[in-house]
């Protein structure tokens, strides 16, 4: 019987078979290869936030510094005419395009790329003597300044 | 023969994985950054004043007699058998570096009238290696700060920048700190 | 044969997609790991230290140039301190990556306030946690600078608790200077003040009377209203000797730039010959 069976060859044909294992590998490749491109946007995801954690840590850092500089000079009895520092933020992130935001009611900083939700990353940061201006940004061509107004005891970006 | 292309790209692949850079730099980053923090709250705190008294990093300066200290594991000892005592620096160098096993450095630099720098051991602990971290206070001495000057100059070989003024010198405190 | 060629077909695909996905893969970690790397070698920033730094060595040295100029009168000895002072930063910050540049005012003539201007804090606490004081003289007071009785400059002693122990109100009465004191329960007197000069540990004023075995604060109040120097000397509590003195003051403006990315100007006005403690 089996051995019947195994040297049958009624309706064996070789285009069906080649068909197919052509689609059966078409269907394969496609499957795994869209899974890596799910898998690269994903890992591309981790990289953006890592990034963005860096330069916010790094940002909120430069905010402290900004703050302590004015208190110092406020314990001399002095006046901070003018303190600036130009954020070394790249153009892109991951390829793409970002914004920045500071936030006054919450004390953090955002990072958001593209609108995407997923790659949000909220730095909080601290300031006593000076109060910092809400504001968002995007990035691009122009340079990020941080920056210190002695009038209205803020410190700025732009 | 496709087992051939099989093992090729194997190897392939496993090849392309060394090509990934070594974890090792990214502790190098972080360890230099804790050293820089170290270093640099403790030459704040030695060059605090207080009561408007010279700092105690002013007075290790002024108290130095010249000569190059190494640690032997037990104290700073110089070339000719002096223990560094009644140093603040040394103190807290002993009570706060030396436990953690981080090799260091303290020289003083003057600038001389022409442009050059000339770089004066305190404590000196041989060659620094390529991750260590350089933080640098500046402090002021004057004329009026300095006891016996002829004395000074002589031992340290910091000069008097002008000798028309209470002006004597600036000193750059630099602090090499990294890890064996 | 030809069923094994067709099979070998299959292993070779998969075999290409196993490699070509390890490969790609791969490249993706490696991204990771080398983003992670260059991001976290961004500088570590030390502006904050050396600004603090700069502010502390330039009082320093503008004390220093003041003591030698018997009082600012000199002013030769004075700005030839300063100069060189000024270059030998301007060198040694050079070789740090920093432009450093510090710029001065005339001496000026000072308030009563925190930091010496007219603008500066009214109200501030001199000196805390006095044991007792040896000299607390005040001088240069002028009519014309000075309030009149409802805008007094008032010098305030409270101990530990707060209560008053003492105080003395310094005003403008009909162009007399006119000092009025006072200790917590009754008023002590007025006197005046021809030269502008006054001595407050001198026996009719019962400064050290009514301070002696107490821990006190000083303070100044409404230090606005009135011009002039004073000097304060004496010992705190903890046995260290304290001395404030205010002759003048000097608007001294300090600037830090480092590579064009950081920028740091203040102006702080500097008490001559010792301010703080």
Redesign the interface.
Known sequence: MIRQLREDERAVSISVGFILTLSITIITMVVVISSFYTMMDRAEQTVMRDEFEIHGNDMALQISNIDTAVQITRNSGGEIGSFYFILPLPDEIAGQQYSVELSNQTNEIIFESHGKYATRVKVPYTVHETEVESVRLYSGSNEFILHYDPASNMIKID | ??LI??IG??V??VQ??S???L?S??AN??I??QL??LG?DM??VL?H????QNSSLKEDILNWDGEKYTWNSTEYVSQNNNILLNSSTSDLLKAVIVPKGIAHNVEF?I?NDG?T?TTLPYIYNGEPSDNAVI??????L?N?DIQDIPLFRSETGIYD??T????Y??I?VKMTLWRM | MKKMDESGQIILIAAFIIGIGIVVLTVMLNNIVYASNTASESSIETNVFDYSNVVQTTTEAYEKAYNGSNYGNNSVIFNAYMENYSEKMVRSYSLSGFIFSLENDTLQDAYFTENGLADGNDDWVVIERVNSTDSFLLDKLNVSSLGNESNKFVIEVNNHSGSKQWSASVYNSSGTITISVSNQTTSIGNYTSASGFINTTENQFRFLDNTAGQTYTIKFINGSHSMGTFRIAGKLVNGNDFHIERVHIVNSTMKLNKNGHLEINSTIPITLPKGHI
Do not use: W, Y
């Open positions: 023969m496709a292309i099989v790209v194997i392939f692949t392309a994985t090509l990934t850079p974890t730099s990214t980053a972080h230099e950054a820089q923090i640099q030459l704040t060059d004043s207080k009561s408007g630099c600038i442009g720098t933080v640098s206070r500046r402090v002021l004057s009026s920048a002008d028309s003024t209470d002006f010198n600036l750059d």
